[in-house]
């Protein structure tokens, strides 16, 4: 399975390095799970360190769409490619209510791919008698002229569930997932890995990781405590 920390706008150094501490007394040998921990730029080569001992990606949040220049206050794949960043993830609905559009992510994924960067491409619904349209328009576009889906997962993250406490349903995720599946299936892609996010958390991530062709999960809050990300870390199938 795939577990990525989405940390957003949060931590200061102090409570990185105290994360950082308790993670790794408490996550273990990690042997079942790709983990992946997306931090804010400022700590990327600080986890970095942290997470070669123990096997774990570490992806930035965002990356700009053109390679160098002009852009006062961005970063590009190139430089995060350059401290061994592993990935970036793209599309976040949080970035689109700040402007970004499907064309952007489009071009920030073929800069990233281009860097060797690893993609979490974001898709979800905003108006849920809508969603299909708004998840096929947004994988569509953001996929344009992309020819592999080597270095791609597609995370489900319907935008009512992004910290709101409200998970989308076991069934709306499980007939999500296979609709993405089949949109990536009819554009040739057909090992894309997908991920449910939204309101993951304690109680539901065994029942979310249970659900049949599902490739894991993109957490958000419940990333920030080292306890419970290291439990959600520690899933193993074959126990579950
Ligand atoms: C996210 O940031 O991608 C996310 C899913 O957040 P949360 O788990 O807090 O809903």
Redesign the pocket.
């Known amino acids: 399975m795939i577990i990525a920390a989405?940390w957003?706008m949060n931590k200061t150094i102090l409570e990185v390095n105290q994360f950082l501490d308790e993670f790794v007394s408490l996550v273990g040998e990690n042997k079942h799970n790709k983990i992946i921990i997306a931090p804010s730029f400022v700590f990327l080569q600080k986890v970095i360190k942290f997470a070669r001992k123990k096997n774990i990606k570490v992806f930035a949040q965002n990356c700009h769409q053109f390679a160098s220049g002009a852009f006062t206050g961005e970063v590009s794949a190139s430089m995060l490619s350059s401290i061994g960043v592993n990935g970036v993830?793209l599309g976040?609905?949080?970035r689109k209510a700040m402007g970004e559009t499907c064309d952007m992510v489009n071009q920030k994924l073929k800069m990233a791919i281009c860097y060797n960067l690893e993609v979490i491409l974001?898709t979800g619904e905003s108006e849920n008698n809508r969603a299909e349209k708004e998840i096929e328009f947004q994988i569509k576009t953001s996929l344009k002229d992309i020819n592999t889906d080597e270095k791609i997962c597609i995370?489900y993250?319907p935008l009512w569930?992004?910290?709101?406490n409200k998970s989308a349903s076991c069934e709306n995720i499980y007939l999500k997932v296979k609709f993405i599946r089949d949109i990536c299936k009819k554009m040739g892609f057909f090992n894309t890995k997908i991920l449910y996010?939204?309101?993951?958390?304690l109680k539901n991530y065994v029942r979310i990781l249970n659900i049949p062709k599902i490739d894991g999960i993109?957490?958000?809050?419940?990333?920030l405590k080292s306890k419970d990300f290291a439990e959600i870390s520690s899933f193993n199938s074959s126990l579950h």
């Open positions: 989405n957003k993830i976040h609905g949080e974001c995370a993250e569930a992004i910290g709101s996010g939204g309101s993951v958390n993109l957490v958000g809050g419940a990333s």
